[in-house]
Every structure is written in structure tokens, then in C-alpha cells.
């Protein structure tokens, strides 16, 4: 059974950092992209980051550029979004999915991606 769990989420005061990590489990993601995504009250589901199975290319959404960043590590089956500069507006629900195959991450991130974690609240204050 495929499994995501994320973790790290919590409240932190505007411009400071959170990483979370999304471990994932049930079968071997080392030839699968990682991407993080997110979902604000009421406002639909979007993609922050992604990251090809090699790690050569990523993709961020013009928002989070120069402040998030995507790393993975194939060995531990592990994603990590490391977050600085937090704003408010970067408040939501975020979850971890995997997409199987070998796009690059800039194609990934209009694809449908295939599993999905429950995902970790951020709260940044102002």
C-alpha cells in the first residue's frame, strides 16, 4: 500500500522557516517525481514545488521562488520542502504527491500526479 506522510508543518510568525519532509512508503519513488502543493481556505489546490526523479530539474510556482526550496533524497524514499521568508498569504494546508515516470519538473507541474499524502498545516502570523 502507497503511503505519504508529511511532517514539519506547524505556526510560525512571518519571515521565519519551516521544512517539511514527506516520507513515503509502499513501493520505490527513486524514478518517480516529488512535488509539494498546497490548498489556502477556499481557494483551489496548487502546486509550490516539484523535483524530477533525478533531482536535476524543479520547478517553482512564481511565488515561492528564491524563498522555498525542494530537495529529495532517493536513498530514504523523502522529499523535503525547505520554506524561509514565510508570509501570511503562504498559510494552507500542504500536501506531498509523487508522479510516476521521468518528466522534467516543469512538465510535471500540469500533470496529474498519481498519489497523494493528507497533508500538514502551515500558519504563518503576521
Known amino acids: 500500500q502507497v503511503q505519504l506522510v508529511e511532517s514539519g508543518g506547524g505556526l510560525v510568525q512571518a519571515g521565519g522557516s519551516l521544512r517539511l519532509s514527506c516520507a513515503a512508503s509502499g513501493r520505490t519513488f527513486s524514478r518517480d517525481g516529488m512535488g509539494w502543493f498546497r490548498q489556502a481556505p477556499g481557494k483551489e489546490r496548487e502546486i509550490v514545488a516539484a523535483?524530477?526523479?533525478?533531482?536535476?530539474?524543479?520547478y517553482y510556482q512564481d511565488s515561492v521562488k528564491g524563498r522555498f526550496a525542494i530537495a529529495r533524497d532517493s536513498a530514504k524514499n523523502t522529499a523535503y520542502l525547505q520554506m524561509n521568508s514565510l508570509k501570511p498569504e503562504d498559510t494552507a494546508v500542504y500536501y506531498c504527491?509523487?508522479?510516476?515516470?521521468?518528466?522534467?519538473?516543469?512538465?510535471?507541474?500540469?500533470?496529474?500526479?498519481?498519489?497523494w499524502g493528507q497533508g500538514t498545516q502551515v500558519t504563518v502570523s503576521s
Open positions: 504527491a509523487t508522479k510516476r515516470g521521468r518528466a522534467t519538473a516543469q512538465a510535471m507541474a500540469v500533470m496529474t500526479w498519481d498519489y
Open positions: 523535483i524530477s526523479w533525478s533531482g536535476y530539474s524543479t
